[in-house]
């Protein structure tokens, strides 16, 4: 019998958030869309993420009713689809940069794609973690109805990450944050992704009441498009999760010049969140 000695998730992800803190530093997640412009494209723009300085990648899983996701998602999602990008396929690309790089690396996408996967919950989660996935983000999965996952994911070590928003009361936060695993997601404000122009007022109010349940690192997403975004929350936050801004980077630059414009975009964030 071999033993596996490859990290766990949950380790890997710990293990990205404390090389961000010994170089005093927000850590930058970076949100791509698997298929997005084309299938080709993938692969270069994941590892010009990381050479930019990104220290997790979040792969977004294409589907048809991205709910908490805004135009520039959609529109990456739907171009995606009709490639016939499917979840097996984000699997591959995990795989592939996580040997190329030991990145660290989660999926993002709705639960019908993993509930369908073939042979259920339980061959995802083996899947993923042979692969070398970090976690998934299920923005449609309550933690209070996430049993089933949290029953395949948990023994293979891979994180189930929540995803809470501003208008969540205290009262919920004290009941599921404690459970959390990895780190936890702070939705920067009420609606869907997207750049905008500022954050909500109430950002750092709210990241202050879910770090009383909690001392894992905590991330926030959701609007953040430029780098006077990153450094309005160092002291705030330990992450910030970048998506619609990256992909907005991608459509605007040349087919050729891809990689490096998003490259440069993310050495940005991390400039920024230098303290």
Avoid: W
Avoid at 36 to 47: F, I, K, N, S
Avoid at 112 to 137: K, Q
Avoid at 218 to 234: K, T
Wanted: with cysteine.
């Amino acid at each position: 019998m071999t033993v596996s000695t490859a990290p766990t998730g949950t380790a890997r992800i710990a293990r990205a958030f404390a090389r961000a803190r010994e170089q005093k530093r927000l850590a930058i997640v970076v949100y791509l869309t698997v298929g997005y412009p084309d299938r080709a494209a993938t692969g270069p723009l994941l590892r010009a993420a990381l050479d930019g300085g990104a220290d997790l990648l979040e792969l977004g899983v294409p589907f048809s009713d991205p709910l908490a996701d805004g135009a520039t998602v959609q529109r990456a999602s739907e171009i995606a689809l009709r490639q016939g990008v499917s979840l097996a396929d984000c699997i591959a690309e995990a795989s592939t940069i996580v040997r190329e790089r030991d990145a660290t690396v989660l999926l993002m996408g709705y639960a019908n794609p993993f509930l369908r996967y073939r042979g259920g919950l339980a061959t995802f989660a083996s899947d993923a973690a042979r692969a070398g996935v970090a976690g998934i983000i299920v923005p449609d999965l309550p933690s209070e109805e996430s049993a089933e996952f949290d029953a395949a994911l948990d023994p293979e070590g891979l994180a189930r990450i929540d995803l809470y928003a501003p208008t969540t009361p205290d009262d919920r936060l004290a009941r599921l944050v404690p459970h959390a695993r990895g780190f936890v997601y702070c939705v920067s404000l009420t609606g869907v992704t997207g750049a905008r122009r500022a954050l909500g007022a109430d950002v750092a109010e709210f990241v202050a009441r879910v770090r009383r349940h909690t001392s894992l690192p905590i991330a926030v997403g959701f609007g953040i498009s430029a780098a006077e975004h990153v450094a309005s929350l160092r002291g705030v936050a330990d992450a910030v999760v970048v998506g619609s801004a990256a992909l907005d980077t991608v459509s605007a630059a040349p087919a050729d010049g891809r990689p490096e414009a998003l490259r440069a975009f993310v050495s940005t964030l991390v400039a920024a969140g230098k303290s």
